[in-house]
């Protein structure tokens, strides 16, 4: 079966960096979008980014734009977020998730309803 290990979670101080990984297992396509979202307590999950994981075709959210880049390495599975200048408000569980292809090039790669598998989440508090 689908399975996303996240991992890279922490804290750190505003104006800071951290990097998570998503490595996934048992997917069946090359080809999918690999969505990463976060949950901040009292908010609802937003979508925080998107990868067309052929082509590396990428979406963000305005509010990471230009701090935020997505990566990948085939060869161990793996997508990352790496997430530079860091602010209080990024603070929230990051999750990746995984869907069929069209999620990304049917402009709604932010929809979390519209993702099939998840990761189990790993936390970033940016706190000074």
């Known amino acids: 079966q689908v399975q996303l290990v996240e991992s890279g979670g922490g804290s750190v101080q505003p104006g800071g960096s951290l990097t998570l990984a998503c490595q996934a297992s048992?997917?069946?396509?090359?080809?999918?979008?690999m969505g990463w979202f976060r949950q901040a307590p009292g908010k609802e999950r937003e979508g925080v980014a998107g990868?067309?994981?052929?082509?590396?075709?990428?979406y963000f959210a305005d509010s990471v734009k230009g701090r935020f880049t997505v990566s990948q390495d085939n060869a161990k599975n793996t997508m990352y977020l790496q997430m530079n200048s860091l602010k209080p408000e990024d603070t929230a569980m990051y999750y990746c998730?995984?869907?069929?292809?069209?999620?990304?090039?049917?402009?709604?790669?932010?929809?979390?309803?519209?993702?099939?598998?998840w990761g189990q989440g790993t936390q970033v508090t940016v706190s000074s």
């Open positions: 998730a995984a869907g069929l292809s069209t999620v990304c090039f049917g402009g709604t790669w932010y929809n979390d309803y519209k993702y099939n598998y």
């Open positions: 048992g997917i069946a396509y090359r080809a999918y979008c």
């Open positions: 990868r067309y994981s052929v082509g590396g075709r990428t």
